[in-house]
């Protein structure tokens, strides 16, 4: 049986920075394989098919990044549960996230297919890109469910402390990607909508080997028919959780969206273009500060349900040294590389027009993107940690505030500036945003502490790193028990001073813990 991380003991900086290096190396993979469409695309066909592509790339961050945010939401829950010691639960929370995903889904592709197209014409996109737009985006949509699984496998591997099995299926789903992509350089009558099926199959593929590796892996998590029955107030613990977060991607896109509709609206094609393609290449070492940046929703989902508060403050501060070292580390890979993926994404033999002005024009929009990353880290980091002791509605609050701000430059910096008004747009956001969310997760968890009496209660060394793999009767008459996992009993620690008989002022405190988690 594979251990699960214990994040609750040890340094917070280690625990933060290790468990960010393969979620940082695996988001900007991520990206660097949804790029893999649009680089194929424009190679094998043309540059204005592969701006087709590039110009989704808003709608399907709302949509996509809707559903994802109930994958994280629901992952978050799952590392309480991890942080608690409570193996049923966890089984529990489980089997509701996969019951609500694919309903959640199922709504979702019904709904997005069917405004993919009013949407594209909404966005003022140019009626050369349009057709490419709409062929690819709908199969993207259709597949929503396979999208949502495949993140879904990652949020529990990463509750249960796992960082690097999701990169090394996302490298399999990237190869497998990249792979069924290249049939379009040898079988011409393969349209855009291949590039999207290619990304449909590699996810359903991904999805399978991802809960495949997570049960045989944590055998503590393997359901049986009993876990399937949660009351409404389970389901609804897991909602509250995934909405806030799924909104909040809501929120952000929408801003993206009408940024984009600003450029289109300036009737170029070539200011289209190009900031299409940056767009790309800007998630890509974006991304870098994403993983490093969600780190934090397991660390202090661990934390939090092991009511740890000390190392959830001692995490936060020496964090944000984590998030200098990601941000150097972007930049610096920035600076080196987004030039020539510029040039690989759009060939200036595939161009219409002048190609150096596409290139000139997007890296001028990616310098200064990267020039405001910390921020961005910074929203990231702050978020991630306030979604995970559950105030997730500041998080929401703060993407309207991400919201006002992008909306505000982009339609009227953008009317006065054009194209360099654009380029402020998302740098002007995450000042903002970070501004708001620096002020908000220290006064949130002021309260947090403060509902304790005022001092952290705390659960030192639970050894969680050890578990005990028994086959005590959990089986329920299969022929075979359920492994399950047994916490060594803690040391209650109050303040400064340890006693095993003490109590943690005490039986209220726990009881309004165990009130943090719906009854069963």
């Known amino acids: 049986m594979k251990k699960v991380t214990d994040m609750t003991t040890g340094s917070p900086f280690k625990n933060i920075f290790l468990f960010a290096v393969p979620m940082a190396i695996g988001f900007m993979l991520q990206e660097l394989y949804a790029l893999g469409d649009t680089l194929i695309v424009s190679w094998s066909r ?41 193996d049923k639960k966890m089984r529990n929370s489980v089997a509701t996230s996969l019951v ?23 966005l003022s996109t140019d009626e050369k890109y349009i057709g490419y737009s709409e062929s690819y985006i709908k199969v993207i949509f259709g597949g929503i469910i396979f999208n949502m699984l495949y993140n879904l496998s990652d949020q529990f591997l990463r509750a249960m402390g796992d960082s690097k099995t999701p990169l090394y299926i996302l490298i399999m789903c990237a190869v497998l990607n990249i792979g069924l992509n290249s049939l379009m350089f040898v079988i011409p009558s393969l349209t855009v909508a291949w590039a999207a099926w290619a990304t449909i199959i590699s996810q359903c593929i991904s999805a399978i080997v991802g809960f495949t590796v997570l049960f045989v892996k944590f ?22 959780m995934g909405f806030p977060m799924a909104l909040q991607f809501v929120v952000t896109a929408s801003g993206c969206m009408i940024a984009q509709k600003a450029v289109n609206d300036l009737n170029d094609p070539v ?23 969600l780190a934090m929703a397991t660390y202090v989902g661990q934390n939090y349900g092991a009511k740890r508060f000390d190392r959830i403050d001692e995490g936060y501060k020496k ?20 030039g020539p993926l510029a040039r690989l994404l759009l060939p200036a033999n595939k161009i219409d027009g002048d190609a150096g002005t596409v290139y000139r024009l997007a890296f001028k929009y990616n310098c200064i993107q990267a020039a405001f990353y910390y921020p961005l880290f910074c929203i990231l980091y702050a978020r991630s940690a306030l979604q995970a002791i559950g105030r997730s509605g ?21 009317v006065w500036f054009g194209y360099d008004g654009v380029c402020f747009s998302n740098p002007m956001a995450w000042v903002g945003g970070a501004i708001f969310f620096l002020i908000a997760f220290p006064l949130a968890f002021k309260k947090l502490v403060k509902s304790y009496g005022g001092k952290a209660v705390t659960l030192p060394d639970l050894s969680m790193s050890r578990p ?23 040391t209650v620690k109050t303040g400064d001073k340890e006693d095993v008989n003490e109590e943690i002022e005490t039986d209220e405190k726990l009881a309004a813990a165990e009130d943090e988690f719906p009854k069963q």
Do not use: C
Request: hydrophobic share 50%.
């Open 46 to 86: 043309n540059a204005n098919a592969a701006t087709g592509i590039n110009l989704t790339g808003s709608m399907n961050f709302l949509i996509v990044g809707f559903v994802q945010g109930f994958s994280a939401g629901f992952g978050i829950v799952l590392s309480q549960f991890v942080g608690a010691r409570d």
């Open 100 to 122: 609500l995903s694919v309903i959640i889904a199922a709504l979702m592709s019904v709904i997005s297919v069917l405004a993919a197209r009013p949407v594209l014409e909404l």
């Open 219 to 240: 055998p503590v998590l393997r359901l049986k028919k009993s876990d399937f029955r949660f009351t409404a107030k389970f389901a609804g613990f897991h909602l509250s």
């Open 271 to 293: 200011l289209s273009m190009a900031q299409a393609n940056a767009s790309k290449i800007d998630n890509i070492f974006g991304a870098i500060l994403r993983g490093a940046g």
């Open 319 to 338: 964090g944000f040294l984590v998030g200098l070292v990601y941000f150097v580390i972007s930049v610096a890979l920035y600076v080196g590389l987004s």
């Open 394 to 414: 500041l998080s929401v609050l703060g993407g309207v505030v991400e919201f006002t701000m992008r909306t505000t430059a982009a339609n009227t910096i953008a």
């Open 468 to 490: 005990v793999v028994t086959g005590e009767p959990e089986n329920n008459g299969h022929a075979e028990p359920t492994p399950v996992i047994r916490w060594s009993e803690p």
